[in-house]
T-cell receptor, first 113, second 113 residues
Framework: DVKVTQSSRYLVKRTGEKVFLECVQDMDHENMFWYRQDPGLGLRLIYFSYDVKMKEKGDIPEGYSVSREKKERFSLILESASTNQTSMYLC????????????FGPGTRLTVT | GNSVTQMEGPVTLSEEAFLTINCTYTATGYPSLFWYVQYPGEGLQLLLKATKADDKGSNKGFEATYRKETTSFHLEKGSVQVSDSAVYFCALSGRTGGFKTIFGAGTRLFVKA
């Protein structure tokens, strides 16, 4: 059974803290993604990666960075957390690009106070 | 650029009622179309997909037909169950969108016993 896991289900951080969200997939997928999910806005792509050590900006990369040192792991970093980054963060992976489904983790609900 | 518009929710139905969730898209070329479902407390999972015009995707009693002439991919189910209560996302991906998957805002469905 395919699996994408995320390091935390719930996280509470203070403004200005550096925050790490970890994602691991066990399917040997090339592609990995980070989204944030907000009510009424659907999913918005933050960053994605098509290969180890490779990253591409998505639609809303400001305030975020990523790291992919190993194929199975994709980390999202909030350099200095702000309250407007309070959201649900979803990680996903896929085998290919167009027409390939994405497999999602359960999400991390991050609250920044 | 590519975009997806789906009907706003919430949609509330009684068990065994007929379900339609409308989805229309804007894209150049021939994107692939998807419906994902998110059950409470979980990440998204693929419900069905269609990769070319007039294709019908189906799964778990749900169906959607890729209509290029109306740029639509409406989700239907003949008889909903309480267990279908979830948020449904329409999505597309295509080469002209840089291979990124674009998600609609999501439609929440409540099914009453």
């Amino acid at each position: 059974d395919v699996k994408v896991t995320q390091s935390s289900r719930y996280l509470v951080k203070r403004t200005g803290e550096k925050v790490f969200l970890e994602c691991v997939q066990d399917m040997d997928h090339e592609n990995m993604f980070w989204y944030r999910q907000d009510p009424g806005l659907g999913l918005r792509l933050i960053y994605f990666s098509y290969d180890v050590k490779m990253k591409e900006k998505g639609d809303i990369p400001e305030g975020y960075s990523v790291s992919r040192e190993k194929k199975e792991r994709f980390s999202l970093i909030l350099e200095s957390a702000s309250t407007n980054q309070t959201s649900m963060y979803l990680c996903a992976s896929s085998l290919g690009q167009v027409a390939y489904e994405q497999y999602f983790g359960p999400g991390t609900r991050l609250t920044v106070t | 650029g590519n975009s997806v518009t789906q009907m706003e929710g919430p949609v509330t139905l009684s068990e065994e009622a007929f379900l339609t969730i409308n989805c229309t898209y804007t894209a150049t070329g021939y994107p692939s179309l998807f419906w994902y479902v998110q059950y409470p407390g979980e990440g998204l999972q693929l419900l069905l997909k269609a990769t070319k015009a007039d294709d019908k995707g189906s799964n778990k009693g749900f169906e959607a037909t890729y209509r290029k002439e109306t740029t639509s991919f409406h989700l239907e189910k003949g008889s909903v169950q309480v267990s279908d209560s979830a948020v449904y996302f329409c999505a597309l991906s295509g080469r002209t969108g840089g291979f990124k998957t674009i998600f609609g805002a999501g439609t929440r469905l409540f099914v009453k016993a």
